[in-house]
């Protein structure tokens, strides 16, 4: 069978004259600004859904090789995916992490036959899928096939081969570098579609099957074609076996984290407002939109636990953007809640802009109480509590018992007699004790990720007030 321009779909074994070629300083050249272009691009990687070398450095030059098993009955070199043709393939890959990922993109392996070590592809395509592409309730999360998302294409230093050809070289295999930095994923299975577009001169583009030495099967891929839609990807050669599609996912475990700043103790009077309690910062690595919600307490001067009367009234937050521990804008709030009787109280910031890094500069501030519970309140509550029983004496003549009675009220009322009080002082502390961001955009609108807090808990400096 003779390759042909037009829309095939398999790269079919054929037997081509060997152009075996030198590995030049070039070629090792570009194979380093392929291992910095990935370590700048994409951080870690997070999943490899397959290999392709068979045989390490037994090419030409000390290239490696990605060797079609003919031994074994497989046939095909590569799947057609040029979007001219309507031609895609699809493979699952699975988010492992209970914080998902946020992907910076794909590497993906393609070819043109005879295109030489530069590469001649020009753009990739891709599409993420909740499900099997093209079966019922399977919907895109994101991407299309309209925008080319290609950063840079460069000779992988992998040669696809025929296993009785290995010195052949005119199957270079590029890697594809895609952006993908706009896509978050929680934890779960999700399906990569993608087109790879190229010179229109040469055939393909043709992606490899994921290649194990000795092995026939390798995955459970989809191949869209013209007039047949989805179906498995199988070998047409005698093995007829089920193909993997070899891709890289690039990316970060997702998350946020809250870092408390230091800050000295301050004083404040009853009934300030805006004491600032707590400067922090805040980061996320996620590109969707996010809302905080913070969690706050007041605690004892210690920091050990609840404070035995808060005197705060309400919480603020603000942003302190140069870090220096002061709100700046005192007259803008981001968020603002009461706080309870028991000195806690939540904080939403809606659409909170964290960012990666340092993060985000923010400030909690308290506005105060004018005054704490008066403390004869027992006693008088106590005195009312010996009116009962004194009804119910005096309706029984029990004369004696109510005289005893009697006297009892009146040393709790001595004792209770209000007199100016010595000035109480009140010292205390605000934390965030928890913290949560909620995905406020995109495909997965409400999902929640807690907030890694640095030390548990986020606990800002003692506050000394004077009641």
Same mark, same amino acid.
Not at 244 to 259: E, I, M
Not at 325 to 348: M, S
């Given at each position: ?107 993906? !392996? ?134 993997? /599609? ?64 808060? !005197? ?152 000394? /007030?004077?009641?």
């Amino acid at each position: 069978m003779a390759h042909y321009r037009g829309a095939m779909h398999a790269d079919h074994a054929i037997r081509l004259s060997p152009s075996t070629r030198a590995f030049s300083h070039k070629l090792l050249a570009l194979v380093a600004v392929l291992i910095l272009a990935t370590a700048a691009f994409g951080q870690a990687v997070l999943h490899d859904n397959g290999p392709l070398i068979t045989n390490p450095g037994e090419g030409a030059g000390g290239t490696d090789l990605s060797a079609l098993q003919s031994a074994l009955g497989l046939d095909v070199y590569g799947g057609g995916v040029k979007p001219g043709n309507g031609l895609s393939l699809a493979d699952e890959f699975e988010v492992t992490t209970d914080g998902g990922w946020q992907l910076a993109g794909f590497e993906i !392996p393609a070819y043109q036959t005879n295109s030489g070590l530069d590469s001649t592809l020009t753009g990739v395509y891709f599409q993420i899928w909740d499900g099997p592409p093209g079966e019922a309730g399977s919907t895109v999360l994101y991407g299309d096939l309209a925008v080319d998302r290609l950063v840079d294409s460069i000779f992988s230093g992998i040669y696809r081969v025929r296993d009785t050809d290995l010195a052949n070289t005119t199957r270079p295999i590029m890697t594809n570098v895609v952006a993908a930095d706009e896509v978050y994923l929680p934890r779960g299975t999700y399906w990569l579609e993608f087109q790879v577009d190229g010179d229109g001169t040469l055939t393909g583009p043709w992606v490899p099957p994921v290649t194990v030495l000795g092995e026939t099967t390798t995955g459970d891929a989809y191949q869209r074609t013209l007039g047949a839609g989805w179906n498995p990807w199988v070998d047409t050669g005698t093995a007829a076996t089920a193909q993997g /599609v070899p891709f890289v996912v690039l990316g970060q475990d997702a998350g946020a984290a809250l870092t408390p700043r230091s800050s000295s103790p301050l004083a404040a009077e009853p009934g300030d407002a805006g004491v600032p309690v707590l400067a922090f910062s805040a980061s996320a690595n996620m590109a969707p939109a996010l809302d905080l919600t913070l969690g706050v307490v007041t605690l004892n001067h210690q920091g050990t636990g609840p404070a035995s009367a808060s !005197p705060g009234a309400a919480v603020s937050l603000f942003l302190d953007a140069n870090g220096d521990g002061v709100a700046d804008d005192p007259t803008a709030p981001l968020a603002t809640a009461p706080l309870g009787a028991d000195g806690t109280g939540t904080l939403t910031l809606a659409n909170a802009g964290l960012i990666a890094g340092a993060g985000s500069g923010f400030v909690l501030a308290l506005d105060l109480k004018d005054s704490l519970a008066d403390a004869a309140l027992p006693v008088v509550a106590a005195s009312l509590a010996l009116l009962l029983p004194g009804w119910w004496l005096a309706r029984r003549g029990k004369r004696g018992l109510l005289a005893a009675l009697a006297a009892v009220a009146l040393l709790a009322t001595a004792c209770g007699t209000p007199t100016p009080p010595a000035k109480n002082s009140v010292q205390f502390r605000a934390a965030i004790a928890a913290a949560n961001v909620t995905v406020a955009s995109g495909p997965f609108f409400g999902e929640v990720l807690p907030v890694d807090i640095a030390g548990a808990q986020a606990v800002g400096p003692v506050i000394t /007030v004077e009641y």
